[in-house]
């Protein structure tokens, strides 16, 4: 059964992390406005300071159908120290094949006439395209996000065939996966997450390319002839000496998950490095691109 309560940002976070220790399978939040004139989009990356919660928030918390919602409601307030405890309402949850429900939201994914990505279930729907093979999982990057297609793109056009490619901030190896499957002579993927790096490994194997995925506390002295990073705004202009440092001479990067909003600044630190403009847009991201003089 699914518990919903409403309650406000003051113990919105609190009262979630109470409802866990007390035994919810899990909980979200959600906006109590979302769709309506009030509805308070939060928006947050590394490096700024965001709200954790909406000023009215809804807490969804999935519980075994044996459990007493009242109790459970009760203990959690008990233990924050919430003398009356929220509105609450309960739905139950339909018994259902989660697995086949699941992939079904998963569809082969057009990134141009020549590349798509593929559902390990899914038929190619153009066999003699550059398939890549791809699940989702733990890391980022399926290729449904606007910014990993604009990454995809990019590499479809800017490959020649020999390349040493970069992708920093691997996630899933998307990236790196698809530059050896379009021609390049060696991809290399950096991440700090641990888990993204063994979904990395898993999704190279997948579809049988040697494309090496390590974390980014040890890269090497590795320099690219390519260097591709969908991160975000701040990281991203956190990194343009790192990045730099790693682009080869004559060599071209492209960065992305970058507002349009956000794409002078990032570009402002770059400048120091590279010549960039704004090569392309999808859906209010852009792909920031140029060349290493």
């Known amino acids: 059964m699914s518990l919903i309560l409403r309650t406000d940002a003051r113990v919105a976070d609190a009262l979630s992390d109470a409802l866990l220790e007390k035994g919810a399978l899990s909980v979200s939040m959600e906006d109590a406005s979302a769709g309506t004139a009030a509805e308070a989009p939060m928006y947050g990356e590394p490096g700024m300071v965001t ?96 910014s990993t297609r604009l990454c995809l ?31 390049a002579s060696a991809a290399l993927g950096v991440d700090v997450d641990p888990l993204a790096l063994l979904a990395a490994q898993a999704n190279a194997q997948r579809n049988r390319v040697d494309a090496r995925f390590i974390n980014a506390e040890t890269a090497p002295d590795f320099r690219a002839d390519l260097v591709v990073a969908n991160i975000l705004a701040n990281p991203l202009i956190l990194l343009a000496p790192v990045l730099a440092g790693h682009t080869a001479t004559g060599g071209r990067i492209a960065l992305s998950g970058i507002l349009e909003t956000q794409a002078q600044e990032v570009m402002a630190a770059y400048a120091p490095w590279f010549e960039l403009h704004i090569g392309a847009s999808d859906e209010g991201w852009v792909l920031i691109e140029g060349g290493r003089p």
């Open 51 to 146: 709200e954790s919660a909406w000023p009215q928030s809804l807490i969804i918390a999935l519980c075994e159908q044996s459990d007493d919602p009242a109790r459970l409601v009760a203990a959690a307030c008990e233990q924050i120290g919430l003398d009356q405890a929220p509105d609450y309402r309960i739905e139950p949850v339909a018994e259902q094949d989660w697995v086949r429900r699941s992939q079904s939201q998963f569809e082969p994914i057009r990134i141009s006439d020549k590349l798509w990505i593929v559902p390990s279930w899914a038929t190619a729907p153009e066999q003699d395209a550059v398939n890549l093979v791809l699940d989702p999982g733990l890391a980022f990057g399926t290729g449904s996000h606007p």
């Open 153 to 183: 793109q990019w590499l479809e056009r800017t490959l020649r065939g020999g390349e040493r490619v970069l992708d920093y901030g691997c996630g899933s190896g998307i990236l790196a996966i698809a530059a050896q499957r379009l021609g």
